[in-house]
């Protein structure tokens, strides 16, 4: 059995620290950077894309709604033309920091509001997946596992991966809880990590309401802000390994650019 590991790095803002790049980059095989958007700074960014290189960790593009003040979680109604035009500028942003970093953009995973929306906005959706095939037409979309995002991308000729969130609870629906509902963030990390390990061996998680929720994921993230969340990813990663899930990127991370094109998602082709 083989997951990947992910989680929202790069987000710190000049003196303002998020998170703990460094302690994570040991951890996940994945690392969605941030572009600017909603968090980052150019430096601090290509700090993190080196950091995740002397790891081997792959880097993706955590693309948001234009929004530093409400860290992308607010809702917006975006012009097409404008969210088409901001997607691609980001990830053309982070690939040049990443070539001057020695690696290379492999996939895009949006952030927040923005990831939020495109699950189930189809107009929005179309957006993204329209930039992202315009700027790079070999890029993985990282997707909530179960959305119809990942049926409207695959159409589009995008590789997918579907994912799940290792701190984040569920309704009975496959959605996730709002952020703005009680028990909506999980904080015990050992409850985390048995959850993680289900959702990797049996494909289900327990829901907010007690039920079972079956998702097919590939990816699961641990949110590189939440409180604790370093220790929390340790245990999931020990915990998947110590029962045999083996943790692994989608794509090879010392390639550039067009071999992650070439290399595919085998979970998901």
């Given at each position: 059995m083989n997951i990947d590991?992910?989680?929202?790095?790069?987000?710190?803002?000049?003196?303002?620290?998020?998170?703990?790049?460094?302690?994570?980059?040991?951890?996940?095989?994945?690392?969605?950077?941030?572009?600017?958007?909603?968090?980052?700074?150019p430096a601090g960014i290509l700090r993190t894309l080196r950091e995740a290189k002397a790891r081997g960790v792959v880097v993706g593009a955590h693309v948001a709604y234009r929004?530093?003040?409400g860290f992308g979680r607010r809702n917006?109604?975006?012009?097409?033309?404008?969210?088409r035009a901001d997607v691609i500028y980001q990830i053309g942003a982070l690939k040049g920091l990443a070539a001057a970093a020695g690696t290379a953009v492999c996939y895009v995973k949006p952030h927040g509001a923005l990831y939020n929306t495109i699950a189930h906005d189809e107009r929005q959706a179309r957006d993204v997946i329209a930039a992202i095939r315009e700027i790079d037409p070999g890029l993985c979309l990282?997707?909530?596992a179960g959305s119809p995002l990942l049926g409207w991308a695959?159409?589009?000729?995008?590789?997918?991966?579907?994912?799940?969130?290792?701190?984040?609870?569920?309704?009975?629906?496959?959605?996730?809880?709002?952020r703005r509902e009680p028990g909506a963030v999980l904080h015990d990390a050992q409850e985390v990590a048995e959850r993680m390990l289900r959702l990797a061996t049996d494909g289900v998680v327990t829901a907010i309401d007690g039920s079972t929720v079956r998702i097919e994921a590939d990816s699961v993230c641990v949110h590189g802000d939440s409180p604790g969340a370093v220790e929390m990813a340790r245990q999931v990663r020990a915990r998947l390994t110590q029962a045999g899930v083996n943790i692994r990127p989608f794509v090879d991370a010392d390639t550039d650019a067009d071999a992650c094109t070439d290399a595919g998602v085998a979970a998901t082709a």
């Open positions: 590991l992910n989680s929202d790095l790069g987000e710190s803002l000049g003196v303002w620290r998020m998170g703990d790049d460094a302690a994570m980059l040991d951890i996940v095989s994945s690392a969605n950077v941030a572009c600017g958007f909603h968090a980052g700074d929004d530093l003040v917006m109604d975006v012009d097409s033309a404008d969210l990282v997707a909530l695959r159409v589009a000729g995008l590789r997918v991966v579907a994912e799940a969130f290792a701190d984040r609870a569920y309704t009975p629906q496959g959605t996730l809880v709002s």
